[in-house]
């Protein structure tokens, strides 16, 4: 089964500093993955998406991730913090042989 | 942009209650989903609808039950409120297709006492 593993339930960035919450995943096909982000007291809100083509991929807000698929990692950056970024950030994948999301627990990033 | 409503921000109920949670998104998409959301748990599916009138099971469906009857609504019903089910729960739709993200709504903060 597809699972999600977050490293850091907690991370804490001085303004200006880089971003970079880390995923692991494992799954027995090719893997779709996202992130996404959650501001307090809101729904869940999609930062990017990696299906297939380039591994390096752009979201929004400056957020990038890149696929590895020999590290099974999906790391989330962003070059410079601001303060604005500080939300949790929930790394997900496709449950093969579904269109069902697992995600991870999720990191809550502190600016 | 694709919008998914859920109808209440935030709900107090009482233990045995019968609670209805609904869902309303307006882009047509095929797939919706309840999650609820608990810290140091992150989000786990509580069920799942492909389809109007078709339903599976998620990873946590006791005490819970779904409907959905048209296309555009999914409903989440609590048969009989217990404080364990106090928690925030989101809906989320998504067109069919593994390369399309969901859409999530605002979340409802859930309260039995």
């Known amino acids: 089964a597809q699972s999600v593993t977050q490293l850091g339930s907690h991370v804490s960035v001085s303004e200006g500093a880089l971003v970079l919450l880390r995923c692991n995943y494992s799954?027995?096909?090719?893997?779709?993955l996202f992130w996404y982000v959650q501001y307090p007291n809101q729904g869940l809100q999609l930062l990017l998406k990696?299906?297939?083509?380039?591994?390096l991929v752009k979201g929004i807000n400056g957020f990038e991730a890149e696929f590895k698929k020999s590290e099974t990692s999906f790391h989330l950056t962003k070059p410079s913090a601001h303060m604005s970024d500080a939300a949790e950030y929930f790394c997900?994948?496709?449950?093969?042989?579904?269109?069902?999301?697992?995600f991870g627990k999720g990191t809550k990033l502190t600016v | 942009d694709v919008k998914v409503t859920q109808s209440s921000r935030y709900l107090v109920k009482r233990t045995g209650e019968k609670v209805f949670l609904e869902c309303v998104q307006d882009m047509d998409h095929e797939n919706m989903f309840w999650y609820r959301q608990d810290p140091g748990l992150g989000l786990r599916l509580i069920y799942f609808s492909y389809d109007v009138k078709m339903k599976e099971k998620g990873d946590i469906p006791e005490g819970y039950s779904v409907s959905r009857e048209k296309k555009e609504r999914f409903s989440l019903i609590l048969e009989s409120a217990s404080t364990n089910q106090t928690s925030m729960y989101l809906c989320?739709?998504?067109?069919?297709?593994?390369?399309?993200?969901?859409?999530f709504g605002s979340g409802t903060r859930l309260t039995v006492v």
């Open positions: 990696y299906t297939t083509g380039a591994t």
């Open positions: 989320a739709s998504s067109r069919q297709g593994l390369a399309y993200g969901y859409t």
């Open positions: 997900a994948v496709i449950q093969g042989g579904s269109e069902k999301l697992v």
């Open positions: 799954s027995s096909v090719p893997p779709y």
